[in-house]
């Protein structure tokens, strides 16, 4: 059973692309298809936010727009944020989720029961991912993420 998901940013929410604006702005798309999924998955009880190396405004709009338990941006431990986010939350490692999409995400191997990886991902967290999803970053990766959670 998944009680929490952690989501990396860039690369998985995104297509890993940055825009810059012409005042220096850092401008992401993020897929509206992700938001309907988070937003599904957050109402069955289930823990949700995020954990990037990247802090960005675009990000915390995001993340407070759709509502999430937390966001946590420029992280350079990720494995010992998200065991203290698992501490805060009183969930075990076998009952968190994590999907990223590159080398700096295989860090929390240790912290998470289930690992995905978007399709696009480095060939480093592919290697060592429990499953490797047939979305692309920034493509609807959690569409495909809550329709393995439900069994489909």
Do not use: P, W
């Amino acid at each position: 059973m998944i009680r929490l998901i952690i989501s990396d940013c860039d690369g998985v929410l995104t297509d890993g692309k940055l825009y810059y604006g012409a005042e220096g702005e850092v401008l992401k798309v993020f897929n509206v298809k992700d938001g309907t999924a988070i937003k599904a998955l957050m109402a069955e009880g289930i823990k949700f936010g995020i954990v990037s190396g990247r802090g960005s405004a675009a990000l915390a709009s995001r993340a407070e727009e759709l509502g999430l338990d937390f966001c946590q941006m420029n992280i350079s431990d990720k494995a010992q944020a998200v065991a203290a986010i698992r501490a805060q939350y009183g969930v075990e490692v076998e009952e968190t989720l994590f999907v990223g999409d590159d080398t700096n995400d295989c860090a929390v191997r240790s912290e998470c029961g289930h690992l995905y990886a978007v399709n696009d991902a480095a060939t480093e967290l592919v290697n060592i991912c429990d499953v490797q999803l047939k979305t692309a970053g920034g493509a609807g990766v959690f569409k495909e993420v809550l329709a393995r959670i439900h069994g489909h």
